[in-house]
């Protein structure tokens, strides 16, 4: 492994805004702070939003700025990338935001239902594995079971085959279609409809002319 990964390895050890449980532990039973993360982690009630796939966590930390009465959590396999939210977060001591390097698919042993809002930004399409997809059926139930009654699933994507393929899961699972354009900049009122948050991942589509589709969805109550 690169010397530069394994120091930031050894560095995401020493934060205390970064999470790393074992598989082999989520295996045997649910995480310690599941159904009460707000309460155990940020010593509030505040609500829970969930950034998975956060890579850099650049989205989950511009959320965490804009929003200090709200708690976020940046979700990603990565530790190499991950360090570099915590790294900022660490720096600049902000409370209301931590990263769990975990893969996504262990999230319902992790969480419970107490999630506000999920964030998917920029998730590799995967056009020949639907299975893979972070909004297929597989990954939609597990969601559900994480989020509240009324909770929301916001997907930015430069992939309209994604966000397409999206809106069909959500209709087989019932969801409301809160918002839905394939082409963000378009609107006027977007900053209303989702942050002004561009992540290095949308800089660089939009530089390459790509339209930014965006997505959100609502659970109608308790799944
Ligand atoms: C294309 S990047 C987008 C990163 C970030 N959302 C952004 O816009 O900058 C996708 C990220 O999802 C993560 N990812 C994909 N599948 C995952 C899984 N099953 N569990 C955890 N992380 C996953 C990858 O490690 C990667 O960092």
């Not at 205390?16 to 010593?43: A, C, D, I, M, N």
């Not at 990263?99 to 996504?104: L, W």
């Not at 994507?157 to 809160?178: H, I, N, R």
Request: proline share 6%.
């Amino acid at each position: 492994m690169a010397r530069k990964k394994l120091l930031r390895f050894e560095e995401n050890d020493g934060f205390s805004s970064v999470l790393q449980p074992s598989p082999y532990k989520l295996l045997e039973g649910p995480h310690p702070y599941r159904g009460k993360w707000s309460e155990t982690h940020f010593g509030n009630l505040n609500p829970l939003v969930l950034e998975l796939g956060c890579g850099r966590g650049e989205y989950a930390v511009g959320l965490a700025l804009a929003s200090k009465d709200k708690n976020f959590i940046g979700v990603d396999i990565k530790g190499s990338r991950l360090y570099h939210g915590a790294k900022f977060v660490e720096e600049n001591s902000l409370p209301n935001i931590c990263f769990v390097r975990t893969r996504i698919d262990y999230i319902a042993q992790i969480f419970d239902n107490e999630i506000n809002e999920i964030w998917l930004t920029f998730p590799d399409p995967r056009p020949e594995r639907k299975r893979k997809r972070l909004t297929s059926p597989i990954f939609m139930e597990r969601y559900l079971k994480i989020l509240k009654g009324h909770g929301l699933l916001h997907l930015k994507t430069d992939s309209k085959p994604l966000c397409d393929y999206t809106l069909e899961v959500a209709q087989e699972f019932g969801l409301e279609v809160l918002h839905h354009t394939d082409d963000l900049y378009s609107l006027e009122n977007r900053d209303e409809i989702c942050p002004p948050i561009q992540t290095a991942y949308e800089k660089r589509y939009l530089a390459e002319g790509r339209k930014i589709n965006f997505l959100t969805l609502k659970v109608k109550n308790n799944f």
